[in-house]
């Protein structure tokens, strides 16, 4: 079992910094996700673990040695890329044994690692077969079978799942991780979908303009979001991010949410924890959305929009007026100018006549 420390990474390209100073460690046999948006810098921080860029600064160290100055060939890392990277002239057994062909492996050795690979990765019946006459989810395996046959501790995988569709993302995301766990080895994982991440990881590190803007288990992203960012981009919808007013407030209402002054305060409640009752902050339906076990309702109250998820098909229609309770044990509290969360501040709910 291996990990790997990322110590203080900076990776600039001219006056652009992609990469700004960013630390993290892995466990042993942990699987982490690199999240964030495009031109987070996730990508290239993967690429800089795996040798293929030089960092401007910082350290790489796998099980303590340094790699920072290593070249790629000599790292021990597989990787598995976006674009498969698959040989189109080459059956599945030949892709699958490319780079131990490369690394002059003995043939006997070759087809021992090709049997087990084949076999754990269902791709015995297709070893004859061309890239051509594979299906997306079957030349994803191979593209993994190809890292996995190297026999590396850790594994790096950049946005793999990207090119498939919606059915097959979520058979893979099952094979994946399945397969991490029977093997025992370290895999590091970008994507910018939060479903993967959440879904899949044992720790997601949410990366925003270069940095680490938190890094935890997935439930802890998504119950305690160390700042509005990570509040507005985890969750589906994000969680509900208001201004409060100098009377703690949510502005342009009556119902104050915070014990303390709210000015430069901002609410934060995730709509699955926002309910319809007879008496509370009123506001008006706007939208209905159905995703058949549940629906998104956005309200307007006051200036502020709300959305709340409500179970099964919308009852509530446009224009319609409800009352809203935002329970107090719910509320999060962020700072409207650092944007990081707030941990000090008493939450109430009372609406004031």
């Known amino acids: ?44 921080t993967l690429r800089l673990i795996a040798g293929l860029e030089e ?24 990787m598995v890329f976006q674009s498969y990277a698959l040989f189109p002239h080459l059956n599945v ?5 490319f780079g131990l062909s490369v690394r002059r492996v003995p043939r006997a050795e070759q087809r021992k690692r090709l049997e087990e690979t084949a076999r754990l990765l269902g791709l015995t019946p297709l070893l004859e077969r061309k890239p051509s006459q ?13 890292a996995l046959i190297s026999q590396t501790k850790v594994c790096l995988l950049d946005e793999p799942l990207s090119n498939l569709d919606a059915k097959l993302r979520a058979e893979m995301r099952n094979e994946i991780r399945s397969l991490q766990r029977r093997l025992g080895i370290t895999m590091i994982f970008v994507t910018h979908d939060q479903t993967e991440a959440m ?9 925003n303009q270069g940095k680490v803007e938190q890094a935890g288990p997935p439930s802890e992203l998504y119950e305690r ?26 502005a342009g209402t009556d119902l104050v949410v915070a014990a303390e002054a709210g000015a430069g305060l901002q609410l934060g409640i995730r709509p699955e924890h926002v309910e319809l009752a007879p008496e509370g902050l009123p506001a008006d339906v706007e939208t209905s959305e159905y995703f058949g076990a549940d629906s998104i309702v956005a309200c307007r109250a006051g200036d502020q929009r709300i959305n709340l998820r409500v179970p099964g ?7 319609a007026r409800v009352h809203l309770r935002l329970p107090p044990e719910a509320l999060h509290f962020f700072d409207r100018q650092t944007t990081l969360r707030r941990d000090d501040i008493r939450p109430t709910a009372e609406l004031q006549r």
């Open 1 to 44: 079992m291996s990990t790997i420390k990322i110590d203080r990474l900076v990776k600039r390209w001219g006056d652009f910094t992609a990469v700004d100073d960013i630390s993290f460690e892995t466990g042993e046999a942990e699987f982490v996700a690199l999240l964030g948006p495009s031109g987070c810098g996730k990508s290239t």
């Open 313 to 319: 098909p919308p009852t509530l229609d446009a224009g």
């Open 93 to 97: 057994a030949d892709n699958i044994l």
């Open 225 to 250: 979001p160390a700042s509005t960012f990570v509040a507005g981009f985890i969750g589906v919808p994000p969680m509900n991010v208001l201004d409060l007013d100098e009377r703690g407030a949510v």
């Open 199 to 207: 879904s899949m990881a044992d720790r997601v590190i949410l990366m």
């Open 134 to 146: 594979l299906s997306g989810g079957q030349q994803q395996r191979v593209a993994l079978g190809r």
């Open 55 to 78: 960092p401007s600064a910082g350290r790489i160290v796998l099980d303590n040695r340094d790699l920072t100055n290593v070249v790629a060939a000599k790292r021990n890392l597989s």
